[in-house]
């Protein structure tokens, strides 16, 4: 997981904090107007696309490089917390 490439499954209790936020499942898709009724004036509508915790849900939760290299840089001090007799 920490290579920066790996995702985290939601756990059960993630899944249920989503619904009890009444979290959507799709949003505007912002970067893809559709146009106007005639091809001219203003836009008023935008697609869908799968919201955040959608992707989550489905995909699990993507584990970025930087937070790998953050979390992996602070192992053998978390490690040496748990196991104070393996420290030097």
Known sequence: ???????????????????????????????????AAGGMGMITAFQDKNAPITEMREHGVLITNAA??????????????WHPETAK
Do not use: C
Request: charged content about 25%; hydrophobic content about 40%.
């Open 1 to 35: 997981m920490l290579s920066g490439k790996g995702r985290l499954p939601l756990r059960t209790e993630d899944r249920q904090l989503a619904l009890q936020l009444k979290l959507p499942a799709q949003e505007p898709d912002y970067a893809q107007p559709l146009p």
């Open 68 to 81: 790998a290299l953050r979390v992996g840089s602070e192992l053998s001090r978390i490690w040496a917390s």
